[in-house]
């Protein structure tokens, strides 16, 4: 009898021991790491052609190396468009824990440096026009901004200017269509605007430019100095 009672108990205890063993990978509570190859953020050029991921890893303290994948719709940011994207790295253990990194990638124009709110003071022979003057940088061609009031036209909405390697900002001759408002019969008219010189300074930059009208019957050429001021 006493041999029978020790022979369960041995069993009792190994079956105990079964199940304590049993249960520690259910008790894994903790999730892979999963690990960024390159950097967490990276900013691209906009227009600077297809980027390739270059992935992650992860590893698990219960099941060691695993398997990072990403998010399929967000693994190739649209290097065409600005904008900051995200692409999500995640990795799930044996458990069912899952672990994830996220990398940042920024689209940028690279004229952004121009952008935002400008006092201009505008001298072409005669007159002086002081004005308030946005300036937003293209979202789909790289190194181009719009000016949202150019010459202080009404309706002059379209002008843009390109940022050139060595940093200045070029007004390639561009025409502007039925600009300008008053009685007069050459106040709305077609223009051609182009610019000749650019000159950063401390909180700005000073353009030179032609301002040509060319509707029939109101043709005229002047020159304008437009000094820009961060507001």
């Not at 079964?18 to 249960?23: D, K, P, R, V, W």
């Not at 190739?76 to 990795?91: A, D, Q, R, W």
């Not at 899952?98 to 940042?104: H, K």
């Not at 269509?177 to 930059?205: K, L, R």
Request: include cysteine; hydrophobic fraction near 30%; glycine fraction near 10%.
């Amino acid at each position: 009898m006493k041999r029978n009672i020790k022979l369960l108990s041995l069993l009792v205890l190994g079956i105990g021991t079964i199940l304590t063993f049993t249960g520690c990978s259910k008790n894994d509570t903790t999730g892979p790491v999963v690990t960024i190859t390159g950097a967490t953020s990276i900013e691209l050029s906009l227009n600077s052609g297809t980027w390739t991921d270059l992935g992650a890893t992860a590893s698990d303290d219960e099941d060691g190396t695993l398997i990072a994948t990403s998010d399929a719709n967000s693994t190739n940011p649209n290097t065409n468009l600005v904008g900051t994207y995200t692409i999500t790295y995640s990795s799930t253990d044996a458990a069912g824990n899952v672990g994830s990194a996220i990398r940042t990638i920024r689209v940028k124009n690279d004229a952004e440096n121009f952008a935002g709110n400008y006092n201009v003071h505008d001298t072409v022979p005669g007159a002086v026009f002081p004005y308030p003057q946005t300036i937003t940088v293209d979202n789909t061609t790289n190194n181009r901004v719009h000016f949202n009031r150019f010459g202080d036209y009404a309706n002059n909405t379209g002008i843009y200017a390109t940022k050139l390697g060595n940093g200045t900002l070029q007004i390639p001759s561009q025409p502007a269509v039925d600009i300008g408002s008053g009685p007069n019969t050459c106040d709305i008219a077609s223009h051609q605007f182009s610019s000749t010189s650019f000159t950063a300074t401390s909180n700005g930059f000073v353009l030179d430019y032609i301002d040509q009208k060319t509707s029939s019957g109101c043709t005229a050429t002047t020159t304008g100095t437009a000094t820009y001021t961060r507001q």
